[in-house]
């Protein structure tokens, strides 16, 4: 009833159309979407039945169905849309291998408060961060790190700024031990004004005596388009244009001056080895163990190169399947075997290290500099989260095993301290 409530105050209040955007995790979004239809909602987002429910929306068929015969009734060709059901529900089946274990029903997220949009993006990013066995963990975290916050909404960014603080409280197994730049932002209020409470203790924690903005972050900000303006001059065209180089400086002025100079041209794709032996054998038959089930592969053939993927035939447990393969990076002969981390492990007093796989997107110190405990000393991004990595105790850099844009991971020695004496 809670949403029944809602909408009918929402059309009293304001003579705009209302829009229901609904993720169906919960298994109560269709009650939802018909009840705020009934009042006063008049846009509802909804998806094809093959691809719809879960971490998804409502069926479209459904809620079609639904609304038959009704004030409300859309007067879409239900017959039509299962046919399009239909032949999408066959389209799914050759990406299955990309389906992600969180986009079924789970009535957690009434515990968690985690939306449907963000528990699936959270879980393959956790997937890919290589610390997954760390979701449930992740998922109670959330709830306490946005009480915390004062209750933020949990959409981009500050879902994103929310889960990866819960990430990291998580895997340090100390709560805001680390706090992420973004987090630090926010409480600044840098993103505006909480909905609810914050956390003071945390905000000390996490900006010290550091101003707090009231007012609109946005007023405080120059006009920046005027400036970008005259910045970019005659390669701008357009508004698009400026926005463009406004995002993205180095490469969009880059576009641009190709563009206007005529010389804006796709790059040189490098010859594509067809084949190429290697003295490591290859398995073609195979059991693979994932998420506790096994399941037996066999290579039946390989189909010819594109110019970014290649097409891979296999049966999965006696089942034909296809699946395509992009290149992303490529190892030379034999050196898979050898791939390692070539930093030293993280084992001493002074070495910075970083809890989350992640990125090198700024060193803040050279090797003689001093730095105290807790002087930032590198910057990292994971999850789309940059991180302050700081130093463990007080001393001189020793040595620096890391660049701009190097990929890390937890327990190497990044920065190496030696402490004062």
Do not use: W
Request: charge should be negative; aromatic fraction near 4%; proline fraction near 5%.
């Amino acid at each position: 009833m809670a949403t029944a409530e809602l909408f009918a105050e929402l059309h009293k209040a304001i003579e705009l159309p209302i829009h229901l955007h609904s993720h169906a995790t919960a298994g109560t979004a269709e009650m939802c979407q018909l009840k705020a239809i009934e009042n006063g909602c008049r846009h509802i987002d909804t998806c094809i039945s093959s691809f719809s429910s879960g971490a998804s929306h409502p069926p479209t068929e459904s809620m079609v169905a639904a609304l038959v015969g009704t004030e409300y009734d859309t007067q879409l060709d239900l017959k039509e849309l299962q046919n399009i059901g239909f032949y999408f529900r066959e389209v799914r089946k050759k990406y299955h291998q990309f389906e992600s274990d969180m986009t079924g029903l789970d009535t957690r997220v009434q515990v968690y408060q985690v939306p449907g949009g963000m528990i699936s993006n959270l879980y393959t990013q956790l997937r890919e961060q290589g610390v997954l066995n760390h979701i449930e963990d992740v998922l109670n975290e959330i709830p306490r790190v946005r009480e915390d916050l004062g209750y933020p909404p949990l959409v981009t960014p500050s879902s994103q700024i929310v889960g990866a603080q819960a990430v990291v409280n998580v895997l340090t197994g100390e709560r805001y031990k680390s706090i992420g730049n973004e987090v630090k932002l926010y409480l600044q209020g840098r993103y505006g004004h909480a909905p609810g409470k914050i956390n003071s203790v945390v905000r000390q924690q996490a900006i010290g005596n550091e101003d707090v903005i009231e007012v609109r972050p946005a007023d405080l900000l120059d006009d920046e388009m005027d400036n970008l303006r005259i910045d970019i001059g005659e390669l701008a065209s357009s508004e698009e244009d400026i926005l463009i180089f406004a995002m993205f400086p180095d490469i969009g002025r880059e576009f641009l001056q190709h563009r206007a100079d005529g010389t804006l041209v796709p790059e040189p794709l490098e010859p594509i080895e067809v084949s190429g032996e290697s003295s490591a054998k290859k398995p073609t038959e195979f059991n693979v163990t994932l998420h506790g089930e096994t399941h037996h592969i066999q290579i039946t053939g390989t189909g010819h190169h594109t110019q970014q993927e290649r097409p891979f035939y296999m049966t999965v447990d006696g089942v034909p399947e296809e699946i395509l393969i992009e290149t992303l990076s490529e190892l030379e002969g034999d050196e898979g075997a050898r791939v390692g981390s070539k930093r030293p492990k993280a084992s001493k007093p002074g070495d910075v290290s970083t809890t989350m796989p992640g990125t090198v997107i700024d060193i803040l110190v050279e090797v003689g500099a001093t730095v105290e405990a807790g002087d930032p000393v590198l910057v990292t991004e994971a999850m789309k989260m940059e991180t302050e990595i700081q130093a463990p105790i007080a001393g001189t850099v020793a040595a620096i095993h890391v660049s701009k844009g190097d990929s890390v991971n937890p327990d190497e020695t990044l920065i190496e301290i030696l402490g004062n004496l």
